[in-house]
């Protein structure tokens, strides 16, 4: 069985801050991990995925991630925060890029003040 | 190029009706995944076409069922609805075998069911 955890409910950081919202995972063999966002009454937005190689993911808005396969984590990170990055982001893993169904956590909502 | 295009955006049914979601994918997509999103909670996996056919599916019970159409795009059938059944229902294209390192799902915005 997989799992994704996310650990915080809601993560609060000021404008022009580092951010770090935090993922962990329980996935057999080698994990494909996602980070996505979501605004108010809309879809999943695809930030980065994980795949395999470097363990520093760029993707888009800024955004990067982390894989730490030691601690078996995933954290969603952006040097300087942003008003607008202030939404609803999900970490989700599975055991194959696009073919296999993903495991999302509960998600955690990011609010960035000015 | 148009994202992936769900229908409709929004529905009330009774308890014990049935109903019908239906999802078109971003263009050059081929595999289509549904997801139920309860309130407050992160998306499960209902399950996903390719080729017409289903390839997966999660912990839901017989009365959730699919069907795609050689166009790719796809209809969620949901029958004897329970008020559990109240979620938004996400609907996400892919392509099978994409390798890009740029690409996820894509989701549309899925239909927002309430059930009375």
């Known amino acids: 069985a997989q799992s994704v955890a996310q650990p915080e409910d809601q993560v609060n950081v000021a404008e022009g801050n580092p951010l770090t919202v935090k993922c962990t995972y329980s996935?057999?063999?080698?994990?494909?991990l996602f980070w996505y966002v979501q605004y108010p009454n809309r879809g999943l937005q695809f930030l980065l995925k994980?795949?395999?190689?470097?363990?520093l993911v760029k993707g888009s808005y800024g955004f990067e991630a982390e894989f730490n396969k030691s601690q078996t984590s995933f954290h969603l990170k952006k040097p300087s925060a942003l008003v607008s990055d202030s939404a609803l982001y999900f970490c989700?893993?599975?055991?194959?890029?696009?073919?296999?169904?993903?495991?999302f956590g509960d998600g955690t909502t990011l609010t960035v003040k000015p | 190029d148009a994202g992936v295009t769900q229908s409709p955006t929004h529905l009330i049914k009774t308890r014990g009706q049935q109903v019908t979601l239906r999802c078109s994918p971003k263009?050059?997509?081929?595999?289509v995944s549904w997801y139920q999103q309860a309130l407050g909670q992160g998306p499960q996996f209902i399950f996903q076409?390719?080729?017409?056919?289903?390839?997966q599916r999660g912990n839901f019970p017989d009365r959730f069922s699919g069907h795609q159409f050689p166009n790719y795009s796809s209809e969620l059938n949901v029958n004897a609805l329970l008020l559990g059944d109240s979620a938004l229902y996400l609907c996400?294209?892919?392509?099978?075998?994409?390798?890009?390192?740029?690409?996820?799902?894509?989701f549309g915005s899925g239909t927002r069911l309430t059930v009375v």
């Open positions: 996400a294209s892919s392509l099978i075998r994409d390798r890009n390192p740029n690409y996820g799902y894509t």
């Open positions: 996935v057999s063999g080698n994990p494909y």
């Open positions: 994980y795949i395999t190689g470097d363990n």
């Open positions: 989700a893993g599975g055991g194959n890029t696009n073919a296999g169904k993903s495991t």
């Open positions: 263009s050059g997509h081929d595999t």
């Open positions: 076409y390719y080729e017409e056919e289903e390839r």
